[in-house]
């Protein structure tokens, strides 16, 4: 299997780099109670780049390390999806997917209809099927979502937190951008107001 470097495109919780590395180097992530075996190639990413990518995302399911509505991506919604794309190894992008499909790490995918079509179901589960989002520096960037749409569950404020603290870290949004970005999200929207998220991404910043 050709190791060439592919950009794993996060927009949920991994926007934040600490929280990443765990998935890279292994680890507990702060906030978790989940821990990652990591790569077999634990190097951090060759570069990382804040990107938007079309479509939007929505929070759906009950997160078994988070409790509430796990975050996930959608082309076909309306917008622009804030995201951070990491450049890793191929063999790193499949045990990054691996430990995100609850999968040990060590197997080497075959990604080639992702690859070549834009559209790769792996398995059933939530995050099994991989999405060619586009290409940037000649190679290709890819992520992993739900097969298709669920009915919306609202987020956690640890879950929401962790986004917020990483669309900042990312972007550079100050708190209110990244609080009304999570706020008018499907499963977020009529649950969780632009205010209240703001007090908590503040309250996260006061403990930090």
């Known amino acids: 299997m050709s190791d060439d470097p592919i ?38 990413p060759r570069a990382e780049q804040s990107i938007t990518v079309p479509g939007g995302i929505y929070f759906a399911h009950t997160s078994l390390t988070w409790g509430g509505g796990m975050a996930f991506y959608d082309p076909d919604l309306p917008g622009r999806a804030a995201a951070r794309a990491y450049l890793l190894t ?12 609850r999968r040990d790490a060590g197997a080497d995918h075959d990604l080639s209809e992702a690859l070549a079509r834009g559209r790769q179901r792996l398995g059933p589960g939530r995050y099994e099927t991989v999405l060619k989002v586009g290409e940037r520096a000649g190679h290709p960037m890819l992520t992993f979502t739900s097969p298709h749409p669920a009915s919306p569950n609202a987020p956690t404020a640890p879950y929401l937190t962790m986004l ?18 999570l706020a008018a999200r499907p499963g977020a929207r009529g649950a969780w107001t632009p205010q209240s998220i703001t007090a908590l991404l503040g309250s996260a910043q006061e403990r930090r």
């Open 7 to 44: 950009w794993y495109v996060a927009y949920g919780s991994n926007l934040f780099r600490e929280r990443f590395h765990c998935y890279l180097a292994g680890g507990t992530p702060r906030g978790s109670t989940r821990h990652h075996t990591g790569c077999r190639d634990p190097r951090p």
């Open 90 to 101: 191929r063999r790193q992008f499949c045990d990054v997917l691996s430990q995100e499909m």
């Open 164 to 181: 917020g603290n990483g669309l900042r870290e990312a972007h550079s949004w100050p708190v209110a951008r990244a609080a009304s970005y």
